[in-house]
């Protein structure tokens, strides 16, 4: 399988993932324009996606799901109260939609996913654990906290796309509101640097490869999400694949924001 990373951050969010013979898009935060030009840049065939999975509703993983479902002609797989949240920002919706529940593996063409809970402000979060054959990769964004059950799916994978937010400190002495640093560091907002590291360190000896995201503009570098994966690695930081997905890969090598298995 194959991962790629269209759009990651706060202005929207948006993965391919291939494998032998499908694709799939998890979240669609850009406009159906944009995702099919950066996929195109990054070398993705669009004919080969199978379905959109949603991830939940907020804009900057939805905004392009409507009209990118309908124009490929594939459905759209997210929670009930993701789904109920959608329509209704959408206004309803033409597109087919497929209600999954966390726990409840389903199929879509040759790939085996697996919804799990997520812990975030939205109705009825979630992240998915994609597999074919005997690979599987686990994606899990927008979550205020790693639970005990959320980190069983991830250690079951082969690669990880983890969310790594925000630096504390950068957080705390950065330009935000009260409210909202105190929304960021809940446990269902966002997970923070150190959050992140403790994750991959539960998860070093299990994964071959692990892709920070969601790495927040304002309150973060690349810099300091890199650093602060390999310390939480440790011993095994020269044995696991890391890498930190930016905003808008196709800006600087289009080709690069991802990785294989």
Do not use: W
């Amino acid at each position: 399988m194959e991962l790629t990373v269209l759009a990651s951050g706060s202005k929207g969010n948006c993965t391919y993932l291939r494998g032998e013979r499908g694709a799939l898009l998890i979240d669609a935060g850009l406009s159906a324009r944009e995702i099919l030009r950066r996929l195109e840049a990054a070398g993705g065939d669009a004919t080969l996606i199978e379905a959109i999975l949603v991830t939940h509703e907020h804009i900057d993983h939805i905004r392009g799901v409507d009209v990118l479902a309908r124009r490929l002609g594939v459905p759209v797989y997210a929670t009930g109260g993701t789904l109920e949240a959608f329509t209704a920002k959408c206004g309803g919706t033409s597109a087919e939609v497929r209600r999954c529940r966390s726990g409840e593996t389903f199929s879509v063409g040759d790939f085996s996913i697996e919804p799990f809970a997520a812990s975030h402000d939205a109705r009825e979060p979630c992240g998915f654990c994609v597999a074919e054959g005997d690979l599987r990769i686990g994606c899990c964004t927008d979550t205020g906290t790693v639970t005990s059950s959320m980190f069983d799916r991830l250690a079951s994978c082969d690669a990880v796309l983890l969310e790594s937010n925000h630096c504390p400190d950068m957080l705390e002495n950065g330009p935000y509101p009260a409210y909202l640093k105190s929304r960021i560091r809940s446990k269902r907002g966002h997970l923070s640097n150190p959050d992140a590291a403790r994750c991959l360190q539960r998860l070093a000896g299990r994964i071959h490869m692990a892709m920070l995201a969601h790495v927040s503009e304002i309150n973060n570098t690349p810099e300091k999400v890199l650093l602060s994966a390999l310390e939480g690695l440790g011993l095994y930081s020269d044995q696991i694949g890391v890498a930190v997905a930016p905003q808008d890969p196709g800006a600087v090598h289009p080709e690069s924001y991802g990785f294989r298995l």
